[in-house]
């Protein structure tokens, strides 16, 4: 009765099963994978939020497939803040990434197509592609007192379907931003064979690097889609509204809205109070990086002061994002390792394996843990070894 493409295997990993049967018990977890802004103890403006929401004009509907002007232009005025020009004409509003995710391997491929990601990061491409029938090819990325991306094998991975590279940028849980001379290499890549770049840039922001990271948003070497929105940049995940914006060769691009807009017609997914509310919800981002920020920054001097009393492990060096990659010894698998921790110890962390590390002896944290369960949660974790 049911397709192809659906017949996942869905039973949970042993590790979603300890951490369930963990909780069921009502024992306490410190949980270092908390990345659900809103349960991290940020401090919103409750009042500014539901004020947005409650503007009298979405009372009535008139929807514009691309999302309405108001919204976009606001996401324009975020890249103004960045010293880049977005037209509103090239910006499309969807409830999510994923979501502009799957618009965009509707408009590049046929089915059996490929995509090219970069590995590890977060693991949310593989349904994504299964849905739309696209198939995932990893390129691997580089660790040399600091990741970059391996071109060689990259440029081996490319085949006659390549159809786009997807970057994450900063990548997630890697934390790495793309250099310039790396943007250029894509495009060298991507202009002669006609494959688009696909930038997924929620970690933006985020950034613990001197100088203010490059953008894809303005990138005109080839085509482009580079996608972000309020979950991370403000913090505001419930609201599901995120962007997805077109540049690069004129006519390319003008193909590409004018195919994206019939998609986004066909749905009109996104609603109107939080199209209203968007430029309450970016201007409110400030508010909340500041305090991201200060939490990242804080857990990760916490985290090498601990490193530093111990010679067993260490972390990635990383340049941005919420995540922090502690490097352990390989005295049994990631995943039974972060079993233990669990059952032995209370506290969840991902292991590498979750993030397609091609190697054991990695275990992810989230920097925007409470700091207490943070410092906490270190402690034990290092005291494994
Ligand atoms: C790199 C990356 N992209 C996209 C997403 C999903 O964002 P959204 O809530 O807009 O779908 C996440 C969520 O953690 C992420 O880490």
Same mark, same amino acid.
């Given at each position: 009765?049911?397709?192809?493409?659906?017949?996942?295997?869905?039973?949970?990993?042993?590790?979603?099963?300890?951490?369930?049967?963990?909780?069921?018990?009502?024992?306490?977890?410190?949980?270092?994978?908390?990345?659900?802004?809103?349960?991290?103890?940020?401090?919103?403006?409750?009042?500014?939020?539901?004020?947005?929401?409650?503007?009298?004009?979405?009372?009535?509907?008139d929807?514009d497939?691309r999302g309405l002007l108001s919204a976009r232009r606001a996401v324009s005025?975020?890249?103004?803040? %960045?010293? !880049?020009? =977005?037209p509103a004409d090239?910006i499309?509003l969807?409830? &999510?990434?994923? +979501?502009?995710?799957?618009?965009? /391997?509707?408009?590049?491929?046929?089915?059996?197509?490929?995509?090219?990601?970069?590995?590890?990061?977060?693991?949310?491409?593989?349904?994504?592609?299964?849905?739309?029938?696209?198939?995932?090819?990893?390129?691997?990325?580089?660790?040399?007192?600091?990741?970059?991306?391996?071109?060689?094998?990259?440029?081996?991975?490319?085949?006659?379907?390549?159809?786009?590279?997807?970057?994450?940028?900063?990548?997630?849980?890697?934390?790495?931003?793309?250099?310039?001379?790396?943007?250029?290499?894509?495009?060298?890549?991507?202009?002669? %064979?006609? !494959?688009? =770049?696909?930038?997924?840039?929620?970690?933006?922001?985020? &950034?613990?690097? +001197?100088?203010?990271?490059?953008? /894809?948003?303005?990138?005109?070497?080839?085509?482009?889609?580079?996608?972000?929105?309020?979950?991370?940049?403000?913090?505001?995940?419930?609201?599901?509204?995120?962007?997805?914006?077109?540049?690069?060769?004129?006519?390319?691009?003008?193909?590409?809205?004018?195919?994206?807009?019939?998609?986004?017609?066909?749905?009109?997914?996104?609603?109107?109070?939080?199209q209203l509310?968007m430029p309450?919800?970016?201007?409110?981002?400030?508010?909340?990086?500041?305090?991201?920020?200060?939490?990242?920054?804080?857990?990760?001097?916490?985290?090498?002061?601990?490193?530093?009393?111990?010679?067993?492990?260490?972390?990635?060096?990383?340049?941005?994002?919420?995540?922090?990659?502690?490097?352990?010894?390989?005295?049994?698998?990631?995943?039974?390792?972060?079993?233990?921790?669990?059952?032995?110890?209370?506290?969840?962390?991902?292991?590498?394996?979750?993030?397609?590390?091609?190697?054991?002896?990695?275990?992810?944290?989230?920097?925007?843990?409470?700091?207490?369960?943070?410092?906490?949660?270190?402690?034990?974790?290092?005291?494994?070894?």
């Amino acid at each position: 009765m049911f397709s192809d493409r659906t017949n996942w295997n869905l039973k949970s990993n042993r590790l979603s099963e300890a951490l369930a049967k963990y909780r069921a018990a009502g024992k306490p977890l410190l949980d270092l994978t908390a990345s659900n802004p809103t349960e991290c103890g940020f401090d919103y403006d409750r009042r500014a939020i539901l004020q947005a929401l409650s503007n009298p004009e979405s009372l009535s509907y008139d929807p514009d497939p691309r999302g309405l002007l108001s919204a976009r232009r606001a996401v324009s005025e975020y890249y103004s803040a %960045r010293e !880049i020009v =977005i037209p509103a004409d090239n910006i499309i509003l969807t409830t &999510s990434t994923s +979501e502009a995710y799957s618009f965009v /391997f509707r408009v590049l491929c046929n089915p059996g197509d490929e995509l090219l990601i970069p590995e590890p990061s977060y693991p949310l491409f593989s349904f994504l592609a299964d849905i739309q029938d696209v198939k995932l090819v990893g390129y691997p990325l580089l660790y040399d007192h600091g990741w970059q991306i391996d071109f060689h094998a990259l440029q081996q991975a490319v085949t006659e379907r390549t159809r786009g590279i997807i970057v994450v940028n900063p990548n997630n849980p890697t934390g790495h931003f793309c250099k310039p001379s790396e943007m250029r290499k894509l495009n060298d890549i991507c202009a002669p %064979r006609k !494959i688009a =770049i696909i930038a997924d840039e929620v970690f933006l922001d985020f &950034s613990l690097a +001197e100088n203010t990271p490059r953008s /894809f948003a303005a990138n005109n070497g080839c085509l482009t889609f580079t996608m972000s929105g309020l979950s991370k940049i403000s913090g505001l995940p419930q609201m599901k509204a995120a962007w997805l914006i077109t540049s690069g060769p004129e006519e390319l691009k003008a193909q590409a809205l004018a195919r994206l807009e019939v998609i986004a017609d066909t749905f009109l997914s996104m609603n109107a109070p939080v199209q209203l509310a968007m430029p309450v919800f970016l201007e409110l981002r400030h508010g909340f990086q500041m305090q991201a920020m200060a939490r990242v920054r804080k857990n990760l001097a916490e985290l090498d002061q601990q490193l530093l009393a111990q010679s067993s492990c260490s972390r990635l060096e990383m340049e941005g994002g919420w995540y922090a990659i502690l490097r352990v010894p390989v005295i049994r698998s990631d995943e039974d390792l972060a079993i233990d921790l669990l059952s032995a110890h209370g506290v969840y962390v991902h292991p590498g394996h979750f993030y397609d590390f091609p190697a054991d002896g990695y275990l992810i944290v989230s920097l925007i843990t409470p700091d207490q369960d943070f410092k906490e949660g270190i402690k034990r974790v290092l005291s494994m070894f």
